[in-house]
């Protein structure tokens, strides 16, 4: 069943078409790896998703609801987005920031729950293996214990729906097998839906259920990684020539081998 669906997305800035023709559903409780070259719509894609940018055209339905008749803080205590490069205020310490995941549950009128809240970025950490951390300033961590702090934030939401926007960009191989690990585990044990845009294909392969493909501002195919990720879509999407062979693990690994047009 689908949680999250785009139908008809249209996004255009300054009259420059930047999606058009989106149909998307993603299927509740699976992990879904959105890739595609620099530049093709991902993040912009996300972005409406979670109603960040509420500029488009065509619906965003969240359980079959259309999300502009949803109130902004609802949606937020049911979507979560990690953006691709987050900034995080210069002094905000890791406690702090996962804190600020509990806004959508706050407000100016109603007492808020801290008892809720508490266990909430208890769990947040929890999950992040972050309890360690909580006093030290985001701004000085490693990058992936940073990437870690962000996830609690969004963890902290509790949301139903957690986006991610290229989560492991600029970390090395093993903290991005970490974060990877951590959403996993998160996706397994609570059945959230995890829509991720993934720079690494392998990682789509490995950790996906499902996967959409964005190429010139549209979906150009999607499916389960198995079944589409193959040597001809890396050529047709990214233009690079490559590999298929299995690891030790039994997994598809895709290796690059060059580029199809210097052949
Ligand atoms: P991706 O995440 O797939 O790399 P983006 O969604 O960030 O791509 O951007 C898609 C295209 O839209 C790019 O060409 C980018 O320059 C353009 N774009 C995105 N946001 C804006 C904006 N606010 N103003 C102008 N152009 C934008
Ligand atoms: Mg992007």
Redesign the pocket.
């Known amino acids: 069943m689908a949680v999250l669906e785009a139908r008809n997305l249209k996004i255009s ?2 009259d ?1 078409v ?1 999606l058009h023709d989106v149909n998307v559903a993603f299927t509740e409780g699976k992990r879904t790896a959105i890739i ?1 070259p ?8 996300l972005k409406a998703l979670s109603f960040v940018n509420p500029k488009y055209d065509g619906e965003v339905l969240l359980d079959g609801v259309n999300i502009r008749e949803i109130g902004r803080k609802k949606i937020s205590q049911r979507v979560a987005i990690l953006p ?1 490069a987050p900034v995080a205020p210069p002094d905000v310490t890791v406690g702090q920031l996962v804190d600020f995941g509990r806004f959508p549950y706050r407000s100016f009128i109603k007492a808020s729950d801290p008892k809720a809240d508490r266990e909430a970025v208890e769990w947040a950490l929890d999950r992040t293996h972050l309890h360690d951390f909580r006093d030290r300033r985001v701004m000085a961590l490693s990058g992936g214990e940073r990437q870690r702090a962000w996830i609690a934030m969004a963890l902290a939401q509790q949301p139903e729906i957690l986006l991610l926007d290229e989560p492991t960009t600029y970390l090395d191989i093993g903290h991005q097998l970490e974060v990877m690990n951590i959403v996993e585990d998160i996706n397994r044990d609570y059945k959230m839906t995890v829509i991720m ?1 993934l720079h690494d294909i392998n990682h789509a392969l490995q950790y996906a259920d499902e996967l959409v493909v ?1 190429k010139n501002h549209g979906v150009f195919a999607q499916g389960t990684p198995k079944e589409i990720l193959n040597v001809k879509l890396l050529a047709d999407v990214f233009g690079v020539r490559a590999d298929i062979f299995k690891n030790s693990q039994g997994i598809s690994v895709l290796s690059p081998v060059s580029l199809v047009n210097r052949d």
């Open positions: 800035v300054q420059k930047i595609g620099n530049g093709a719509g991902k993040s912009t894609l691709q845009v964005i």
